[in-house]
């Protein structure tokens, strides 16, 4: 029974609010009228473009609003207490006991010298009236409830001693210890691969049941609203647009916003039936004052009236609100989650054979780090012994769990590290055994977009310097025919030209990735490895990158190494797929092989794993998930890596370590020693 | 720092605007450009005999005939005085702090960057440089060579370098391993490049910080050598030896010969300090507002 | 960890070589030598020949500075002629008294400065900072002397809270039992302390201010006492921590006045008059438990950092 | 805040500041020999023969000597002296085998004692007889007067334990003297053992000392044994250690000690300590100030050797001004090698031969060839060595210029050179410019040896080094302004000035004079004004301690507290 239905007051009322953000010359609108509630033990979804203000409201409703920010009207109230106006220490009393947030990036939101034991247990103890031993105790059980493998040795280590994935992990550790009514988690799962994601959130449904706690759910992962949000409300720049149960509004999306988002999610398809949908323009400016609908500029459907003045929500149904003034039709426009490739294709297309002289053939690359104190140093065996092959204007997908080692073998293919050993070839030469001088040059071919674009763009340089430092780098051109080029690459992106004036912190988080991207295609490469280029878009921007991509390497004969945990993203953009398990390559094959009839284990898992975007299979599904969490790289098991997690594991998997072989008669190759062959 | 910040209008003036809005920069501005102008334009107009002692007219009080600030011990025009020794302690404090302050970033980010051996070797002659004493450097140097205004920038400069070398190197570990900087490999910049181009302009910050600091040590440091009999010979003196020597008479109702080099040092010093923490704030783009 | 020590502290001892050695060259450039300046003017020219015979200097550089150093390795830091005493006797008589000089007074600076500049950043640019700022700049701006001379004649001359000059006594357990004399020299060195640290210290908690890791904190419902001691401050700590260890030839030159102002004869004061009065074996000595004060502040500094922020711990050579 | 809880038991007295006493032995080796640890320290216990300085006066005490006056023979070659009745303080007499162990430790081992000068004692004794346990006689290799070999000579000796401190006969024979003056010197430098070494216990003087610590902390207590005149009044004589002056007067302030100095530039605090209970004592030393010349300089030197540039530059020193501004009154104005103050029986020119007179330094240099350009440069006009040209060594367009060093350590003799500077470049175009350089640096140049064929140990010009030269108690210079004067520093050589100080050893009062009017004329160094030793504050109630001694000897056996 939903809380609306039992006729008491919802545990978070949240009615016009208006945040804004005061900067010197103007303010930005971040939040503008927005109405929202959660009932006990209901989950709400929020969907929206980067940059709509999912996160400000949030904020908003904790307290925290980043320097500057002001809620300039509106009301919150929470379990009936209004905590617009509330003092610091009554708010400091609710917040993590009553309500917690889980924050959108896990890395800098944890301090750093701090152990994450200690963090967690400060929570614990701030809250309840118990000893720093009990505390501590409690850290450990909170980690060992997230998942985190060897949680009371891990309490007393550092947040950077963590992998992105179990960062986030203890994140959510932090906001459950002291199992609060109402949980808002802001994109809690961008960094954890499909299996570990799960985990999460089936935590998050367990915790809901047994407490009744109330969430509010963050994500651009249509997928996982899909699963696990009763209600949705999806924001447009700093507007409630559109909201409904989450069957209602996967049925029967209203705004034209909606519709569009809906349509840009990747959906089994490949590229060859065409590129994805998305909207195509920019969000408005939230410092502008606005009027009419948000969305006018970019909408298909617009028409006069949508500008002329304040488009308003209106009942569109049961528990239906919309704000659009030429709906999408009630019927007909439901999300098709079209899963085209469920159906086997009518005529297989033969296994792109691997072509003569590859354009990357890395050969037993091995890559091992080494980590720990000064006392006791560890090995972390992160890449070992991973060959392949990639043809030339080949797409080569690389999935795998976080940690698995693909961001540490995608600069190993670029020669951007030294493997431990190996080689990789590239144009018939050796990239590691060539005189540095020319590798140098050689670079030229060989491109890297980083996996976080923020952190591989100098804060203090400008876009047009960004763009043209590889070229000076070169000594190409002359600096007229290099601010050209920039102009033209900009351009290739999608960029207004006059981004070349801006700072990377003035871009949108898509925006910033065209720019990677822009700055790896500026030396007219051969070879470009991608490292999570969508991770943290929602899917239309996610959609704009992945159209771009395709376009260019059509354009440019460009070779891809795509990696990702995102499987959807992947099969859409990829030839053949590799995967990755404890810096192995276990399977390698062709796209819709692999998807559909996975050979590895660990394939199969992974792909039961990834969250769909409809409520009806992602409600139902119940995914086994082996027991056991991922071995650390530190002491991988011998023989197969996997088969402590796996199934079909026999004595065998402990004594021989199985090769990647051809699975004949089908193509792809797999590394077990038994592989799910039919 | 020869980086586009240098060579992009736009960006000057955004650094410009940036620096200009924070009215602490622009009272520091006003104070050292009025010391300047005080030191160097103020002679022009108001002359006094800074070479010649006056023994018939010493510690006059303020106000006197012809001695708005009165005279000091050896009879020279305080005023007058303040004037020619700001011009010392000026150049001195600007030579050296800046002098300094680049060898020591340019050390400090380079042992930064290379790390492991380099920078060990690089840091431990940081070490051996701080632990022979300054004093002790100055003292030598005073019996081979008389110390000179120039002299002396470059001593200072020797000595105050190593401050700026560990911080800058600080930073530049850290900085090296952000991913901005090996994506020069990438690119196939060289190490120098990567140093030139992302790593001093990134330690930019902590760079003008400590130049500020720089140029106001040096300036008080003129003060010590005084003290300790190593300063300047005579007629040349700077705010430093005239406190010094004003000190003596701090038992003596002399206040004009303490108050007023003293002030002039508190000035210069919060004048740069200030300069230097609004350059901070507009180097870094991050900061800024469009 | 004992690897990394065990080269850190080779490295120390090479660094303190290094540094008795350009020292030693220096002075033996010192035109004239030490004998007239030892001796005086009366002297004649046979006693300044014979002293330089007893003290080497008519040896070669390099034969010189070995059997020096030989003498350091049999625990002989050579006999100071001028003050008729052995260097490692007076050395060790003068170190306690600077010791516990500069260790309380940098104790005192940073029990001030880390709430000082936490106080300014969190109160940033409001009356408050700006009247800190301004006393610090002052403070900063006066040279150690007149500060020193400042405070006697206000607390000691004018009030007659606390005496003039410093404990007299050469141990330990003397200069503490009449501790209300190191109060003025121990403010002096402090306040220097507290100038030079603040300003890092501000800048550096205004930095951790605007962290995400604030706001989680904040987030727990921590209050803003909690947030600030228990977590910025740790943070920001790295930077004080980080000239903390560049201090200790800064402090000796601090000390160096404060000594003399406050009639305490420790070592900076022993340094500048040994430097002075061209007394070498004084000077040698005294450079070597600087160079190694350095090399160990250098590395107490390095394991601090690491300390303070795990992400490079053990990364540093 | 001080009055009657003044501790009347014990004189707490102010040791100089950055000086603290560190050698024992009455036989100071070189590097030793300072005041500090002679007239204030070890003289305390071990008394000379005869004690210089009579009150403020020059003079010997005899008071305090340990012997009566000096009979000497008519050929003025020898000498008998008869000691007191004074004994040891373990009750042995003090007889004249005591005095012949002192003369046999220096005879064997010279150049260990620092006031050894070749030709002097011990070399001018010829033979020493005992006459009988307190009687001896010294046969002399010249004849001498009485003054200079009591005044200089013979208040050197102190007769030394040789009861406690000798071995037999060993010290008469050489190997033997300087086996037992090894030994002592040995025990010398054990400074850490003063107080508690039973070789110092045994003492001639009113004190022995009871607490010494190597930072200067040092107690004497009284001699209960003393014989001498007069006995200590005070249960302990405290010397306290200053690091600086400013210190020193920082305890005068909070009233810690009883006899302190009283900073230059603090002059005007003067009355405020006189209220708290002080009085103002200003403290004469024996000595001579002078910028001394460099004749042996390549440069300057054919400069200075003209006498009529000397008297030139002279004349630009105005003393009385000096004395006024620069050292707040507290100095003597001084124009020839005998102080005119602290008063004395021997100064004579007692009138300026060069007052300052700007006119006369611009004829004379003008009346020798010299173009005179105030204000500018002086440049030599018309060389040669003739009447009315420069002379010998000068070309035309020498500048008339020169360097100085200055010591830096003391601000008023810099404050004082810089504005000689001044005055000599604008009344005569003369250039004089101050370097201000470190004591010991000064030193070191000033005294290193030089001469005029090998002047590369020469570079320095002129030189200040502050606080002059000490003057002997029968003040005929031959240390100072001999040619083979061992502190001659410029190495100022005449063979006129070398006779009459020859003439002065032996002869008496009239030889002194025309040494001194001589040199006055000739003006060797350029005389400066004399600035007191010290200005002490006395504690009211303390009495004879007013008197200070000229060697900056202490007496504190005649001091006392008034009742
Ligand atoms: N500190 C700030 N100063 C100024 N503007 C800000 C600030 N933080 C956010 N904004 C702006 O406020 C708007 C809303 O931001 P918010 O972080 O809520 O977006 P979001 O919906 O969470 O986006 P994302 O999915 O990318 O996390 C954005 O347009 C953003 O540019
Ligand atoms: N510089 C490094 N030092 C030590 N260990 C490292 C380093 N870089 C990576 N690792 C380790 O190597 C393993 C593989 O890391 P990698 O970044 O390649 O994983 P990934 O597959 O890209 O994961 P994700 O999906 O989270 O990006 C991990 O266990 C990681 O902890
Ligand atoms: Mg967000
Ligand atoms: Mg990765």
Same mark, same amino acid.
């Given at each position: 029974?939903?809380?609306?239905?039992?006729?008491?007051?919802?545990?978070?009322?949240?009615?016009?609010?208006?945040?804004?953000?005061?900067?010197?010359?103007?303010?930005?609108?971040?939040?503008?009228?927005?109405?929202?509630?959660?009932?006990?033990?209901?989950?709400?979804?929020?969907?929206?473009?980067?940059?709509? /203000?999912?996160?400000?409201?949030?904020?908003?409703?904790?307290?925290?609003?980043?320097?500057?920010?002001?809620?300039?009207?509106? +009301?919150?109230?929470?379990? /009936?207490?209004?905590?617009?106006?509330?003092?610091?220490?009554?708010?400091?009393?609710?917040?993590?006991?009553?309500?917690?947030?889980?924050?959108?990036?896990?890395?800098?939101?944890?301090?750093?010298?701090?152990?994450?034991?200690?963090?967690?247990?400060?929570?614990?103890?701030?809250?309840?009236? @118990?000893?720093? =031993?009990?505390?501590?105790?409690?850290?450990?059980?909170?980690?060992?409830?997230? /998942?985190?493998?060897?949680?009371?040795?891990?309490?007393?280590?550092?947040?950077?001693?963590?992998?992105? /994935?179990?960062?986030?992990?203890?994140?959510?550790?932090?906001?459950?210890?002291?199992?609060?009514?109402?949980?808002?988690?802001?994109?809690?799962?961008?960094?954890?691969?499909?299996?570990?994601?799960?985990?999460?959130?089936?935590?998050?449904?367990?915790?809901?049941?047994?407490?009744?706690?109330?969430?509010?759910?963050?994500?651009?992962?249509?997928?996982?609203?899909?699963?696990? !949000?009763?209600?949705?409300?999806?924001?447009?720049?700093?507007?409630?647009?559109?909201?409904?149960?989450?069957?209602?509004?996967?049925?029967?999306?209203?705004?034209?916003?909606?519709?569009?988002?809906?349509?840009?999610?990747?959906?089994?398809?490949?590229? !060859?039936?065409?590129?994805?949908?998305?909207?195509?323009?920019?969000?408005?400016?939230?410092?502008?004052?606005?009027?009419?609908?948000?969305?006018?500029?970019?909408?298909?459907?617009?028409?006069?009236?949508?500008?002329?003045?304040?488009?308003?929500?209106?009942?569109?149904?049961?528990?239906?609100?919309? =704000?659009?003034?030429?709906?999408?039709?009630?019927?007909?426009?439901?999300?098709?989650?079209?899963?085209?490739?469920? =159906?086997?294709?009518?005529?297989?297309?033969?296994?792109?054979?691997?072509?003569?002289?590859?354009?990357?053939?890395?050969?037993?690359?091995?890559?091992?780090?080494?980590?720990?104190? !000064?006392?006791?140093?560890?090995?972390?065996?992160?890449?070992?012994?991973?060959?392949?092959?990639?043809?030339?204007?080949?797409?080569?997908?690389?999935?795998?769990?976080?940690?698995?080692?693909?961001?540490?073998?995608?600069?190993?293919? @670029?020669?951007?590290?030294?493997?431990?050993?190996?080689?990789?070839?590239?144009?018939?030469?050796?990239?590691?055994?060539?005189?540095?001088?020319?590798?140098?040059?050689?670079?030229?071919?060989?491109?890297? @977009?980083?996996?976080?674009?923020?952190? =591989?763009?100098?804060?203090?340089?400008?876009?047009?310097?960004?763009?043209?430092?590889?070229?000076?780098?070169?000594?190409?051109?002359?600096?007229?025919?290099?601010?050209?080029?920039?102009?033209?690459?900009?351009?290739?992106?999608?960029?207004?030209?006059?981004?070349?004036?801006?700072?990377?912190?003035?871009?949108?988080?898509?925006?910033?990735?065209?720019?990677?991207?822009?700055?790896?295609?500026?030396?007219?490469?051969?070879?470009?490895?991608?490292?999570?280029?969508?991770? !943290?878009?929602?899917?239309?921007?996610?959609?704009?990158?992945?159209?771009?991509?395709?376009?260019?390497?059509?354009?440019?004969?460009?070779?891809?190494?795509?990696?990702?945990?995102?499987?959807? @993203?992947?099969?859409?953009?990829?030839?053949?797929?590799?995967?990755?398990?404890?810096?192995?390559?276990?399977?390698?094959?062709?796209?819709?092989?692999?998807?559909?009839?996975?050979?590895?284990?660990?394939? +199969?898992?992974?792909?039961?794993?990834?969250?769909?975007?409809?409520?009806?299979?992602?409600?139902?599904?119940?995914?086994?998930?082996?027991?056991?969490?991922?071995?650390?790289?530190?002491?991988?098991?011998?023989?197969?890596?996997?088969?402590?997690?796996?199934?079909?594991?026999?004595?065998?998997?402990?004594?021989?370590?199985?090769?990647?072989?051809?699975?004949?008669?089908?193509?792809?190759?797999?590394?077990?020693?038994?592989?799910?062959?039919? | 720092?020869?980086?586009?910040?240098?060579?992009?209008?736009?960006?000057?003036?955004?650094?410009?605007?940036?620096?200009?809005?924070?009215?602490?920069?622009?009272?520091?501005?006003?104070?050292?450009?009025?010391?300047?102008?005080?030191?160097?334009?103020?002679?022009?107009?108001?002359?006094?005999?800074?070479?010649?002692?006056?023994?018939?007219?010493?510690?006059?009080?303020? &106000?006197?005939?012809?001695?708005?600030?009165?005279?000091?011990?050896?009879?020279?025009?305080?005023?007058?005085?303040?004037?020619?020794?700001?011009?010392?302690?000026?150049?001195?404090?600007?030579?050296?702090?800046?002098?300094?302050?680049?060898?020591?970033?340019?050390?400090?980010?380079?042992?930064?960057?290379?790390?492991?051996?380099?920078?060990?070797?690089?840091?431990?002659?940081?070490?051996?440089?701080?632990?022979?004493?300054?004093?002790?450097?100055?003292?030598?140097?005073?019996?081979?060579?008389?110390?000179?205004?120039?002299?002396?920038?470059?001593? $200072?400069?020797?000595?105050?370098?190593?401050?700026?070398?560990?911080?800058?190197?600080?930073?530049?570990?850290?900085?090296?391993?952000?991913?901005?900087?090996?994506?020069?490999?990438?690119?196939?910049? &060289?190490?120098?490049?990567?140093?030139?181009?992302? $790593?001093?302009?990134?330690?930019?910050?902590?760079?003008?910080?400590?130049?500020?600091?720089?140029?106001?040590?040096?300036?008080?440091?003129?003060?010590?050598?005084?003290?300790?009999?190593?300063?300047?010979?005579?007629?040349?003196?700077?705010?430093?030896?005239?406190?010094?020597?004003?000190?003596?008479?701090?038992?003596?109702?002399?206040?004009?010969?303490?108050?007023?080099?003293?002030?002039?040092?508190?000035?210069?010093?919060?004048?740069?300090?200030?300069? &230097?923490? &609004?350059?901070?704030?507009?180097?870094?783009?991050?900061?800024?507002?469009? | 960890?004992?690897?990394?020590?065990?080269?850190?502290?080779?490295?120390?001892?090479?660094?303190?070589?290094?540094?008795?050695?350009?020292?030693?060259?220096?002075?033996?450039?010192?035109?004239?030598?030490?004998?007239?300046?030892?001796?005086?003017?009366?002297?004649?020219?046979?006693?300044?020949?014979?002293?330089?015979?007893?003290?080497?200097?008519?040896?070669?550089?390099?034969?010189?500075?070995?059997?020096?150093?030989?003498?350091?390795?049999?625990?002989?830091?050579?006999?100071?002629?001028?003050?008729?005493?052995?260097?490692?006797?007076?050395?060790?008589?003068?170190?306690?008294?600077?010791?516990?000089?500069?260790?309380?007074?940098?104790?005192?600076?940073?029990?001030?400065?880390?709430?000082?500049?936490?106080?300014?950043?969190?109160?940033?640019?409001?009356?408050?900072?700006?009247?800190?700022?301004?006393?610090?700049?002052?403070?900063?701006?006066?040279?150690?002397?007149?500060?020193?001379?400042?405070?006697?004649?206000?607390?000691?001359?004018?009030?007659?809270?606390?005496?003039?000059?410093?404990?007299?006594?050469?141990?330990?357990?003397?200069?503490?039992?009449?501790?209300?004399?190191?109060?003025?020299?121990?403010?002096?060195?402090?306040?220097?302390?507290?100038?030079?640290?603040?300003?890092?210290?501000?800048?550096?908690?205004?930095?951790?201010?605007?962290?995400?890791?604030?706001?989680?904190?904040?987030?727990?419902?921590?209050?803003?006492?909690?947030?600030?001691?228990?977590?910025?401050?740790?943070?920001?700590?790295?930077?004080?921590?980080?000239?903390?260890?560049?201090?200790?030839?800064?402090?000796?030159?601090?000390?160096?006045?404060?000594?003399?102002?406050?009639?305490?004869?420790?070592?900076?004061?022993?340094?500048?008059?040994?430097?002075?009065?061209?007394?070498?074996?004084?000077?040698?000595?005294?450079?070597?438990?600087?160079?190694?004060?350095?090399?160990?502040?250098?590395?107490?500094?390095?394991?601090?950092?690491?300390?303070?922020?795990?992400?490079?711990?053990?990364?540093?050579? | 805040?001080?009055?009657?809880?003044?501790?009347?038991?014990?004189?707490?007295?102010?040791?100089?500041?950055?000086?603290?006493?560190?050698?024992?032995?009455?036989?100071?080796?070189?590097?030793?020999?300072?005041?500090?640890?002679?007239?204030?320290?070890?003289?305390?216990?071990?008394?000379?023969?005869?004690?210089?300085?009579?009150?403020?006066?020059?003079?010997?005490?005899?008071?305090?000597?340990?012997?009566?006056?000096?009979?000497?023979?008519?050929?003025?070659?020898?000498?008998?002296?008869?000691?007191?009745?004074?004994?040891?303080?373990?009750?042995?007499?003090?007889?004249?085998?005591?005095? *012949?162990?002192?003369?046999?430790?220096?005879?064997?081992?010279?150049?260990?004692?620092?006031?050894?000068?070749?030709?002097?004692?011990?070399?001018?004794?010829?033979?020493?007889?005992?006459?009988?346990?307190?009687?001896?006689? #010294?046969?002399?290799? *010249?004849?001498?007067?009485?003054?200079?070999?009591?005044?200089?000579?013979?208040?050197?000796?102190?007769?030394?334990?040789?009861?406690?401190?000798?071995?037999?006969?060993?010290?008469?024979?050489?190997?033997?003297?300087?086996?037992?003056?090894?030994?002592?010197?040995?025990?010398?430098?054990?400074?850490? *053992?003063?107080?508690?070494?039973?070789?110092?216990?045994?003492?001639?003087?009113?004190?022995?000392?009871?607490?010494?610590?190597?930072?200067?902390?040092?107690?004497?207590?009284?001699?209960?044994?003393?014989?001498?005149?007069?006995?200590?009044?005070?249960?302990?004589?405290?010397?306290?250690?200053?690091?600086?002056?400013?210190?020193?007067?920082?305890?005068?302030?909070?009233?810690?000690?009883?006899?302190?100095?009283?900073?230059?530039?603090?002059?005007?605090?003067?009355?405020?300590? *006189?209220?708290?209970?002080?009085?103002?004592?200003?403290?004469?030393?024996?000595?001579?100030?002078?910028?001394?010349?460099? %004749?042996?300089?390549?440069?300057?030197?054919?400069?200075?050797?003209?006498?009529?540039?000397?008297?030139?530059?002279?004349? #630009?020193?105005?003393?009385?001004?000096?004395?006024?501004?620069?050292?707040?009154?507290?100095?003597?104005?001084?124009?020839?090698?005998?102080? #005119?103050?602290?008063?004395?029986?021997?100064?004579?020119?007692?009138?300026?031969?060069?007052?300052?007179?700007?006119?006369?330094?611009?004829?004379?240099?003008?009346?020798?060839?010299?173009?005179?350009?105030?204000?500018?440069?002086?440049?030599?006009?018309?060389?040669?060595?003739?009447?009315?040209?420069?002379?010998?060594?000068?070309?035309?367009?020498?500048?008339?210029?020169?360097?100085?060093?200055?010591?830096?350590?003391?601000?008023?003799?810099?404050?004082?050179?810089?504005?000689?500077?001044?005055?000599?470049?604008?009344?005569?175009?003369?250039?004089?410019?101050?370097?201000?350089?470190?004591?010991?640096?000064?030193?070191?140049?000033?005294?290193?040896?030089?001469?005029?064929?090998?002047?590369?140990?020469?570079?320095?010009?002129?030189?200040?080094?502050?606080?002059?030269?000490?003057?002997?108690? %029968?003040?005929?210079?031959?240390?100072?302004?001999?040619?083979?004067?061992?502190?001659?520093?410029?190495?100022?050589?005449?063979?006129?000035?070398?006779?009459?100080?020859?003439?002065?050893?032996?002869?008496?009062?009239?030889?002194?004079?025309?040494?001194?009017?001589? #040199?006055?004329?000739?003006?060797?160094?350029?005389?400066?004004?004399?600035?007191?030793?010290?200005?002490?504050?006395?504690?009211?109630?303390?009495?004879?301690?007013?008197?200070?001694?000229?060697?900056?000897?202490?007496?504190?056996?005649?001091?006392?507290?008034?009742?």
């Amino acid at each position: 029974m939903r809380w609306e239905e039992t006729g008491l007051a919802a545990l978070l009322e949240i009615e016009d609010l208006h945040t804004h953000i005061h900067r010197r010359d103007d303010s930005v609108h971040a939040v503008d009228g927005v109405s929202l509630s959660v009932g006990r033990g209901e989950t709400l979804g929020i969907v929206g473009e980067s940059g709509c /203000g999912k996160t400000m409201t949030a904020l908003s409703v904790m307290g925290l609003l980043p320097p500057g920010g002001e809620i300039t009207a509106g +009301r919150i109230t929470f379990d /009936g207490q209004e905590l617009t106006g509330l003092g610091e220490r009554e708010l400091a009393g609710l917040r993590a006991d009553r309500i917690a947030m889980v924050f959108q990036d896990p890395l800098s939101s944890l301090n750093p010298s701090m152990t994450v034991g200690h963090q967690i247990a400060e929570t614990f103890w701030l809250h309840r009236d @118990v000893s720093w =031993a009990r505390a501590r105790e409690r850290a450990a059980e909170m980690l060992d409830l997230v /998942g985190i493998p060897g949680a009371r040795g891990r309490a007393g280590d550092y947040p950077h001693q963590f992998s992105g /994935g179990m960062r986030q992990r203890v994140m959510i550790a932090m906001a459950l210890a002291c199992e609060p009514d109402l949980l808002i988690a802001d994109e809690p799962t961008t960094a954890l691969d499909v299996t570990t994601q799960r985990e999460i959130l089936e935590l998050f449904d367990e915790l809901r049941d047994r407490f009744h706690m109330a969430m509010i759910l963050v994500t651009h992962d249509l997928g996982v609203i899909a699963g696990r !949000a009763d209600r949705v409300a999806v924001m447009y720049a700093g507007r409630l647009v559109e909201s409904a149960t989450t069957a209602e509004l996967f049925a029967r999306p209203r705004h034209r916003y909606t519709e569009a988002l809906f349509k840009a999610v990747p959906d089994g398809g490949r590229r !060859a039936d065409g590129p994805l949908e998305n909207i195509p323009g920019l969000p408005p400016d939230l410092a502008r004052s606005l009027t009419g609908c948000r969305f006018a500029a970019r909408c298909r459907h617009v028409q006069d009236d949508c500008t002329a003045g304040e488009v308003g929500l209106v009942e569109a149904g049961a528990g239906h609100l919309m =704000a659009c003034l030429h709906p999408a039709p009630a019927e007909g426009a439901a999300l098709q989650v079209r899963d085209r490739a469920e =159906a086997p294709p009518a005529v297989p297309e033969p296994a792109a054979p691997a072509p003569a002289t590859p354009a990357l053939a890395a050969e037993a690359l091995v890559k091992d780090f080494t980590v720990g104190g !000064a006392w006791q140093r560890r090995k972390v065996s992160a890449v070992a012994g991973v060959s392949l092959e990639i043809g030339e204007r080949e797409t080569f997908g690389l999935v795998g769990e976080s940690g698995s080692g693909k961001s540490t073998l995608g600069r190993l293919l @670029v020669a951007l590290d030294k493997p431990t050993s190996g080689s990789v070839v590239a144009g018939g030469t050796d990239l590691f055994s060539m005189p540095a001088r020319d590798l140098r040059l050689r670079r030229r071919d060989l491109q890297l @977009v980083y996996q976080d674009s923020a952190a =591989a763009l100098d804060p203090r340089m400008r876009a047009g310097s960004l763009l043209a430092e590889p070229l000076r780098i070169q000594r190409i051109g002359d600096r007229g025919s290099r601010m050209d080029r920039v102009a033209r690459l900009l351009d290739d992106v999608g960029l207004p030209r006059n981004a070349a004036e801006r700072y990377p912190h003035e871009f949108s988080g898509g925006q910033r990735q065209r720019l990677a991207l822009a700055r790896a295609l500026a030396l007219e490469p051969k070879i470009i490895v991608a490292d999570e280029p969508v991770s !943290a878009l929602d899917v239309s921007v996610q959609a704009q990158i992945l159209n771009l991509m395709s376009d260019l390497q059509a354009e440019h004969h460009l070779t891809y190494v795509f990696i990702s945990h995102d499987l959807a @993203v992947v099969r859409y953009l990829a030839d053949r797929i590799g995967v990755m398990y404890l810096g192995k390559l276990v399977e390698v094959g062709d796209r819709d092989e692999v998807y559909q009839r996975p050979l590895h284990p660990y394939t +199969r898992q992974l792909v039961e794993a990834a969250p769909k975007p409809d409520p009806a299979t992602e409600r139902g599904k119940r995914v086994v998930i082996e027991a056991g969490d991922p071995p650390s790289a530190t002491e991988p098991p011998s023989g197969c890596r996997f088969r402590l997690r796996c199934p079909l594991a026999q004595d065998v998997c402990a004594e021989v370590e199985p090769q990647l072989q051809p699975a004949a008669p089908r193509g792809g190759s797999v590394a077990c020693h038994f592989p799910l062959v039919d | 720092m020869t980086t586009d910040i240098a060579r992009s209008p736009g960006n000057f003036r955004l650094g410009l605007r940036t620096f200009l809005d924070n009215r602490l920069a622009v009272l520091g501005l006003v104070i050292v450009i009025g010391l300047i102008v005080f030191s160097f334009v103020g002679p022009l107009f108001y002359q006094t005999d800074q070479v010649h002692t006056d023994l018939n007219s010493v510690e006059l009080p303020p &106000g006197s005939p012809g001695h708005p600030l009165g005279t000091d011990q050896a009879g020279y025009d305080q005023l007058g005085r303040l004037m020619a020794a700001g011009q010392t302690s000026l150049i001195v404090g600007v030579g050296a702090g800046l002098l300094g302050t680049v060898i020591g970033a340019l050390w400090g980010a380079v042992a930064g960057f290379f790390g492991g051996a380099i920078d060990s070797l690089m840091m431990r002659v940081v070490d051996a440089l701080l632990a022979v004493p300054a004093i002790f450097l100055l003292l030598v140097i005073a019996a081979i060579w008389r110390p000179t205004v120039w002299s002396l920038v470059i001593l $200072i400069a020797l000595i105050s370098w190593l401050v700026p070398a560990r911080l800058v190197r600080g930073d530049s570990l850290s900085l090296r391993v952000r991913e901005y900087v090996q994506a020069v490999r990438l690119m196939g910049g &060289g190490r120098w490049w990567a140093v030139s181009r992302h $790593i001093l302009p990134g330690s930019l910050g902590t760079i003008v910080v400590s130049a500020s600091f720089q140029v106001a040590d040096a300036i008080i440091y003129l003060a010590y050598l005084s003290f300790l009999g190593l300063g300047l010979a005579p007629p040349t003196t700077d705010w430093g030896g005239m406190l010094t020597d004003g000190v003596d008479y701090v038992y003596s109702d002399y206040w004009w010969l303490i108050y007023p080099p003293g002030l002039a040092i508190v000035l210069i010093v919060i004048g740069f300090n200030f300069i &230097g923490d &609004g350059l901070r704030d507009s180097f870094d783009a991050r900061l800024r507002r469009r | 960890m004992t690897g990394y020590l065990l080269r850190r502290a080779g490295q120390a001892i090479i660094v303190v070589l290094i540094v008795s050695a350009i020292v030693f060259v220096l002075l033996r450039l010192l035109p004239g030598g030490p004998a007239r300046a030892i001796l005086g003017p009366s002297a004649t020219a046979e006693q300044v020949l014979e002293f330089n015979r007893e003290q080497g200097f008519d040896q070669p550089i390099v034969i010189h500075y070995l059997s020096w150093a030989g003498g350091l390795l049999r625990g002989d830091f050579g006999y100071s002629y001028r003050l008729n005493q052995d260097v490692l006797a007076l050395i060790g008589e003068r170190l306690p008294k600077t010791l516990s000089l500069t260790v309380l007074s940098t104790l005192v600076g940073l029990l001030i400065t880390v709430p000082l500049g936490t106080l300014q950043a969190v109160r940033r640019n409001k009356p408050v900072d700006y009247l800190l700022t301004g006393v610090v700049f002052v403070v900063y701006a006066m040279p150690v002397f007149l500060l020193g001379m400042l405070l006697i004649i206000v607390f000691s001359q004018t009030l007659d809270l606390v005496p003039p000059q410093a404990p007299q006594g050469s141990t330990l357990g003397e200069i503490f039992a009449q501790s209300d004399g190191l109060i003025l020299p121990v403010a002096t060195l402090a306040l220097l302390t507290v100038a030079a640290f603040s300003r890092y210290a501000r800048s550096a908690t205004l930095d951790n201010l605007g962290e995400d890791y604030v706001r989680t904190a904040r987030a727990k419902g921590a209050l803003s006492r909690r947030v600030i001691g228990r977590h910025v401050l740790p943070n920001a700590l790295r930077p004080v921590v980080t000239l903390l260890g560049l201090y200790v030839p800064f402090l000796f030159g601090g000390s160096l006045i404060t000594e003399a102002t406050f009639n305490y004869p420790g070592m900076g004061l022993l340094f500048w008059e040994a430097a002075q009065n061209r007394d070498y074996p004084i000077l040698l000595g005294i450079v070597l438990v600087i160079a190694a004060a350095t090399a160990i502040g250098s590395l107490l500094a390095d394991l601090a950092y690491a300390l303070l922020d795990p992400r490079v711990r053990y990364a540093g050579a | 805040a001080q009055g009657d809880d003044i501790d009347r038991d014990v004189i707490r007295f102010a040791e100089f500041p950055g000086v603290v006493p560190n050698w024992i032995l009455p036989i100071t080796d070189p590097g030793h020999n300072g005041s500090p640890n002679t007239m204030q320290f070890s003289f305390l216990m071990w008394r000379p023969l005869f004690w210089r300085g009579n009150g403020a006066e020059p003079t010997l005490d005899e008071r305090l000597a340990l012997a009566e006056e000096p009979a000497y023979a008519d050929d003025k070659r020898s000498v008998t002296v008869k000691l007191h009745d004074y004994n040891w303080s373990d009750g042995k007499p003090i007889t004249s085998r005591d005095v *012949e162990f002192w003369i046999n430790l220096i005879k064997h081992n010279p150049t260990r004692w620092s006031g050894y000068v070749k030709g002097n004692i011990p070399d001018n004794i010829d033979t020493f007889e005992a006459v009988d346990d307190k009687t001896f006689k #010294l046969t002399l290799t *010249e004849p001498v007067s009485a003054d200079w070999f009591t005044g200089n000579q013979l208040s050197l000796i102190v007769p030394l334990p040789h009861h406690a401190w000798g071995n037999g006969d060993d010290d008469r024979t050489e190997a033997g003297a300087k086996a037992v003056l090894d030994r002592l010197m040995e025990e010398s430098k054990k400074p850490a *053992e003063y107080a508690t070494n039973p070789l110092w216990k045994t003492v001639s003087g009113p004190w022995t000392l009871s607490k010494y610590t190597t930072d200067g902390h040092i107690t004497f207590v009284p001699n209960n044994a003393y014989t001498g005149p007069a006995k200590p009044t005070v249960k302990r004589f405290e010397q306290v250690p200053f690091t600086t002056e400013d210190a020193a007067f920082n305890a005068l302030v909070a009233g810690d000690i009883d006899v302190g100095p009283l900073p230059f530039k603090n002059l005007n605090q003067r009355e405020r300590l *006189e209220k708290d209970g002080y009085t103002f004592v200003p403290w004469r030393n024996w000595t001579v100030n002078y910028l001394a010349l460099n %004749y042996n300089n390549p440069e300057t030197g054919p400069l200075v050797r003209q006498t009529y540039i000397r008297q030139a530059m002279q004349s #630009l020193i105005d003393q009385p001004l000096i004395i006024d501004k620069v050292f707040n009154g507290q100095g003597a104005q001084q124009y020839g090698p005998i102080p #005119l103050e602290p008063a004395n029986p021997y100064a004579t020119v007692k009138n300026a031969p060069f007052p300052y007179d700007e006119n006369k330094a611009v004829t004379l240099l003008r009346d020798n060839g010299w173009d005179v350009k105030p204000g500018g440069q002086t440049t030599c006009k018309s060389p040669g060595t003739g009447p009315g040209q420069c002379g010998e060594g000068i070309e035309a367009g020498t500048p008339l210029a020169f360097e100085a060093i200055v010591t830096s350590n003391r601000r008023p003799v810099l404050l004082e050179m810089q504005s000689q500077q001044s005055v000599f470049q604008q009344k005569a175009g003369i250039a004089f410019q101050v370097q201000p350089t470190p004591f010991a640096q000064i030193i070191t140049e000033a005294f290193a040896p030089c001469t005029r064929e090998k002047p590369d140990g020469c570079p320095w010009q002129t030189a200040v080094w502050g606080g002059g030269s000490n003057v002997q108690p %029968y003040p005929t210079g031959e240390q100072l302004f001999h040619s083979t004067g061992s502190s001659n520093a410029g190495h100022y050589s005449d063979p006129k000035a070398d006779e009459l100080i020859e003439a002065s050893i032996t002869g008496g009062p009239e030889e002194l004079k025309a040494f001194e009017e001589y #040199l006055a004329q000739q003006v060797p160094v350029l005389w400066v004004p004399n600035p007191s030793y010290q200005l002490s504050m006395v504690r009211n109630g303390l009495q004879g301690a007013d008197g200070q001694n000229p060697y900056s000897g202490v007496t504190p056996e005649l001091w006392n507290w008034k009742k």
